[in-house]
């Protein structure tokens, strides 16, 4: 780590312990969340990591808002934010405040998040003057994927750094109050985060983030594949699959229900 390079972050943002990020989508799961993270996603991820659908493309606002709901029920004490899902806040600042109003007031949640740098500056500005609280999203933008040509990690190319670098800044200067940083090359993601003032929570990026965010089924081994950027804490999807594996042993010879499991 060059000493100029922690200095130069320094100058920017005092040094804090890096702020504790992860998805929940149901009321059990953000409750484990919430005793150990600081801000809690419920990501629009939920559509393929919970309904199985092939892109986040298809979730709904009553898909996001039902989730929203669970999740504030489940916690006490993170920060809930939701994610806008798509189409619901691209058209104009007018609908983003009329969709991200709903969930605030559906759900009780804190924040919304939404994708997007430059072109969203002038929502996020609408948004935060209006009560809204906003969390931006720049890098590889999932909801983009059609448009950028799939899951491809940004800033390999270091001419395309200057625009990046401008998305962290219009959003910050619009007022979100925090910044995933998504899919992009470590030295990349160390440059939006010594050139902004509001905290970068990285996923696929840097260690060197003001925090870090994880989808949770994927961290928990929960799902199948996963990208490289993914540390597997857990190996939940073994071990679930090892007790229904036990439970159906258990159902074809009779062993369960034993006496501890009826009534008399
Ligand atoms: O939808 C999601 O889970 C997200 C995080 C991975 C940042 O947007
Ligand atoms: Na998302």
């Known amino acids: 780590q060059p000493a100029a390079q922690s200095a130069a972050q320094s100058a920017v943002?005092?040094?804090?312990?890096?702020?504790?990020?992860?998805?929940?989508?149901?009321?059990?799961?953000?409750?484990?969340?919430?005793?150990h993270a600081d801000l809690i996603l419920v990501g629009d991820s939920l559509g393929m990591v919970v309904h199985g659908m092939p892109s986040t493309l298809g979730v709904t606002l009553e898909m996001m808002i039902l989730h929203g709901q669970a999740v504030m029920r489940g916690s006490s004490r993170a920060l809930v934010v939701i994610d806008m899902p798509f189409g619901s806040y691209e058209e104009s600042p007018a609908q983003a405040f009329r969709n991200a109003a709903r969930v605030m007031a559906?759900?009780?949640?804190?924040?919304?998040?939404?994708?997007?740098?430059?072109?969203?500056?002038?929502?996020?500005?609408?948004?935060?003057?209006?009560?809204?609280?906003?969390?931006?999203?720049?890098?590889?933008?999932?909801?983009?994927?059609?448009?950028?040509?799939?899951?491809?990690?940004?800033?390999?190319?270091?001419?395309?750094?200057?625009?990046?670098?401008?998305?962290?800044?219009?959003?910050?200067?619009?007022?979100?109050?925090?910044?995933?940083?998504?899919?992009?090359?470590?030295?990349?993601?160390?440059?939006?985060?010594?050139?902004?003032?509001?905290?970068?929570i990285g996923i696929g990026a840097s260690a060197r983030c003001d925090g870090q965010i994880l989808v949770l089924d994927d961290m928990l081994g929960l799902t199948g594949r996963v990208p490289r950027f993914v540390r597997k804490?857990?190996?939940?999807?073994?071990?679930?699959?090892?007790?229904?594996?036990?439970?159906?042993?258990?159902?074809?010879?009779?062993?369960?229900?034993?006496?501890?499991?009826?009534?008399?």
């Not at 002038?122 to 040509?149: C, D, K």
Request: proline share 5%; hydrophobic share 50%.
């Open 13 to 35: 943002k005092p040094a804090a312990e890096p702020i504790v990020a992860l998805t929940a989508y149901t009321a059990p799961m953000a409750a484990l969340v919430d005793a």
């Open 106 to 200: 559906e759900t009780g949640c804190a924040a919304v998040k939404l994708e997007g740098g430059a072109q969203m500056a002038e929502t996020i500005a609408f948004l935060t003057s209006r009560g809204i609280p906003v969390m931006a999203h720049i890098g590889l933008t999932p909801q983009a994927t059609n448009v950028m040509g799939g899951f491809k990690t940004q800033g390999r190319d270091e001419s395309t750094w200057p625009a990046h670098l401008a998305d962290a800044q219009a959003v910050a200067e619009a007022g979100a109050f925090a910044l995933v940083v998504e899919g992009v090359t470590q030295a990349l993601a160390d440059r939006i985060t010594d050139s902004v003032t509001i905290p970068t």
């Open 233 to 264: 804490f857990g190996d939940l999807a073994a071990d679930a699959d090892a007790a229904i594996a036990a439970y159906a042993a258990a159902v074809r010879d009779r062993s369960f229900p034993a006496e501890d499991h009826v009534y008399r």
